[in-house]
């Protein structure tokens, strides 16, 4: 009777009114009982009026005797509410069956958090899920994947920009924000649910079309985060970007990353400045000529007597060097950490460009170093960072070292990331001056702390994976690196993530070794092969190991991609070179 109309509503009203519950239901009871009572009423005549309408014999039977129309009234009002009531009946039967299951889920879910939080990751993705359904229910998770207690997260990226007005610029940013968000809410759902995670990874999925016009389809952007890294971030900041910039991210949404703004016009100048006297080339029909010639620009370096940095005792600052102090200095520094410095060039504005070179078969080689005095409150912007890597590319260089002292913005090292460019900032600045207290212990050419004997005389096409994988442990060793995981992959080939501690040319790197008969060319899918290998390891770079020989076009693919190319000669000139 009280789930009839208006019976619940008399209920509440009278229980907020202060009534107690009992005579709350009576109230009810008694609207319900009135509520029934005119129904059957209303009922009643519509029924009678209904005979009389339609079936007069009827009727007038029933008007001559009443007892009798009485009768059929009740029974045909009993009736209806029989069956009305039953109808209520299997409904709420339904609705409590619906319920006792719901709970059932809940109970089965709770015990599965329960698991997770244990240690036992196989439920991960249903309390993940369920968490962020509660917390966040605008993030679609598409799959999950758990190794070794890591789980790799994927989502698909939310499209709606109909706040921007139609302004693509607003859209665009509005999207990023909103990616970004997402990212810093799964991983904080992802971290509480799963507290023995050591590491998370989540990709943001989408398909569009770049600029380019061509059809895109995968992540946007890959965040690899650590769980001792991600407690001492500032959740707080209500820019996710810059909260998340700490973490490893590779981002990649069709768009060049806009600089901000205010940021954008504090080195507007300076790259004017730059950009005017950068080498030029004087354009004209049927001819072509060089302004200016970098050997002539360039002069040799000053020898300093020691390589004691005496520069910078008693605290003084970076960014108030003189320019010839701040060049002895960088001099110095890059000497003490085995890097051969033969030319320098001053360009207006305080710009150092240095010619410098470091004998590392794989990291070293022909280096283009830029150093510049800033502010400490005034970070590198972004456009800075391309200009070095496009300098770079030109002159064939190996790789490019960016030296300010000050920092850099997120977008610039967001960018770098792609690029054959390593930066420097400030502090880093000051660790690399102090790395040794003493110039006699400089750094060794490779690193290595033992090295192990290879044999140059092996057929590198044609011998076992299991020699390759051997060669490639050994070869490393030898090279200062320490490789943290190594396996091998379908087909044949040997997968490796090293690290070198070399202060300023060292880090993280993937190594991929194939084999190839000796004359056949290799192409670029190689290369994209192994450029997905990097991106699922987070390295920037990776040393490619080949058998063989690989084609104009791949080796173009492979500088594009931040790849080192170890081709077949290569490989047998490092083997000749630990055949002790």
């Given at each position: 009777m009280l789930r009839l109309p208006l019976a619940g509503k008399t209920v509440q009203y009278f229980m907020s009114q202060g009534h107690p519950q009992e005579e709350a239901e009576v109230g009810g009871l008694v609207v319900a009982g009135l509520w029934v009572f005119l129904a059957?009423?209303?009922?009643?005549?519509?029924?009678?009026g209904f005979l009389r309408a339609f079936f007069g014999g009827i009727f007038d039977s029933l008007m001559a005797d009443p007892f009798e129309a009485t009768v059929v009234g009740l029974l045909v009002t009993l009736l209806i509410l029989a069956l009305w009531f039953k109808a209520m009946g299997k409904k709420e039967a339904e609705t409590k069956a619906v319920a006792r299951q719901d709970f059932r889920d809940k109970e089965r879910l709770k015990e599965k958090i329960a698991a997770v939080q244990r240690g036992a990751m196989g439920h991960f993705?249903?309390?993940?899920t369920e968490t962020l359904r509660q917390s966040h229910p605008q993030i679609a998770l598409k799959r999950v994947n758990v190794t070794d207690t890591n789980p790799r997260i994927q989502f698909m990226a939310r499209k709606k920009t109909a706040e921007s007005g139609g302004r693509v610029d607003q859209a665009y940013m509005i999207f990023r924000?909103?990616?970004?968000?997402?990212?810093?809410?799964?991983?904080?759902?992802?971290?509480?649910?799963?507290?023995?995670?050591?590491?998370?990874?989540v990709d943001g999925l989408l398909n569009f079309i770049n600029k380019k016009a061509q059809y895109?389809?995968?992540p946007v952007v890959s965040l690899r985060a650590e769980r001792q890294l991600w407690t001492n971030l500032d959740l707080t900041q209500p820019d996710a970007f810059r909260c998340l910039s700490p973490l490893e991210i590779a981002y990649h949404d069709g768009m060049e990353v806009q600089p901000l703004p205010e940021l954008e016009s504090?080195?507007?100048?300076?790259?004017?400045k730059l950009r005017a006297n950068m080498n030029k080339v004087d354009i004209q029909y049927g001819k072509t000529t060089t302004v200016s010639s970098n050997d002539d620009e360039f002069r040799n370096v000053a020898e300093p007597a020691d390589l004691f940095i005496t520069e910078l005792d008693g605290g003084a600052d970076l960014s108030t060097l003189g320019l010839k102090t701040f060049e002895t200095v960088m001099v110095k520094l890059l000497k003490r950490h085995g890097l051969d410095v033969p030319k320098v060039h001053d360009f207006p504005g305080g710009l150092l460009e240095f010619r410098a070179y470091h004998l590392h078969p794989l990291l070293g080689g022909s280096l283009l170093v830029w150093a510049k005095q800033r502010n400490a409150n005034s970070p590198m912007a972004a456009e800075m960072v391309a200009e070095l890597d496009e300098k770079v590319r030109e002159e064939g260089r190996a790789r490019g070292l960016?030296?300010?002292t000050s920092g850099f913005t997120d977008e610039a090292r967001n960018k770098a990331r792609g690029q054959r460019v390593v930066l420097v900032d400030r502090q880093r600045f000051l660790e690399l001056a102090k790395w040794h207290a003493d110039p006699a212990m400089k750094?060794?050419?490779?690193?290595?702390t033992q090295r192990r004997a290879l044999d140059p005389t092996v057929d590198l096409s044609g011998c076992s994976v299991p020699v390759v994988q051997d060669i490639i442990e050994k070869l490393l060793g030898n090279l200062g690196f320490t490789i943290s995981r190594i396996n091998r992959l379908q087909g044949g080939a040997i997968k490796a993530v090293a690290v070198h501690n070399h202060p300023i040319l060292g880090g993280k790197v993937a190594v991929l070794a194939r084999q190839f008969p000796e004359k056949q060319p290799v192409g670029d899918e190689v290369v994209r092969e192994f450029t997905q290998i990097m991106e699922a390891e987070f390295c920037s770079r990776g040393i490619l190991f080949l058998s063989a020989y690989m084609t104009p076009a791949a080796r173009k693919a492979a500088r594009a991609s931040g790849v080192d190319l170890v081709e077949r000669n290569d490989?047998?000139?490092?083997?000749q070179t630990f055949k002790f």
């Open positions: 059957i009423v209303a009922f009643n005549s519509f029924l009678f993705q249903e309390a993940l924000e909103r990616l970004f968000e997402d990212v810093r809410d799964i991983l904080s759902a992802a971290f509480e649910v799963a507290p023995n995670a050591r590491i998370v990874t895109y389809d995968g504090q080195s507007h100048k300076v790259l004017e960016y030296f300010v750094v060794d050419l490779y690193g290595a490989w047998y000139n490092l083997l």
